[in-house]
């Protein structure tokens, strides 16, 4: 069993940046494929990127690559997810996700822990 919490939202205006943390329980997080999702008021959850368990390896949606970054510190048990340049689509509710398959993961049904969600507005 995993447990994820997510912290760093807030209020941004345009252009500006946020680092997401999603820190995790258990000895095995090493082990875990990890993913940041969104989902934005009235929209359904969407892929934001990934990460394979060494962090080697990552993903992004389109809306985002460029702009965001997904890393991780095994040592620390946590995920990181940095946006620069956010515009007012990016606000959303983001959701850190955890896997025990392997590879770099793009759907919402390839993870097995969720955490509550941190929200992210930006203003224009």
């Known amino acids: 069993q995993v447990q994820l919490v997510e912290s760093g939202g807030g209020l941004v205006q345009a252009g500006g940046s946020l680092r997401l943390s999603c820190a995790a329980s258990g000895r095995t997080f090493s082990s875990y494929a990890m993913g940041w999702f969104r989902q934005a008021p009235g929209k359904e959850r969407e892929f934001v990127c990934a990460i394979n368990w060494t962090g080697g390896r990552t993903s992004y949606g389109d809306s985002v690559k460029g702009r965001f970054t997904i890393s991780r510190d095994n040592a620390k048990n946590t995920v990181y997810l940095q946006m620069n340049s956010l515009k007012p689509e990016d606000t959303a509710v983001y959701y850190c996700?955890?896997?025990?398959?392997?590879?770099?993961?793009?759907?919402?049904?390839?993870?097995?822990?969720w955490g509550q969600g941190t929200q992210v507005t930006v203003s224009s």
């Open positions: 996700a955890a896997s025990t398959r392997v590879g770099v993961l793009r759907a919402q049904y390839e993870y097995d822990y």
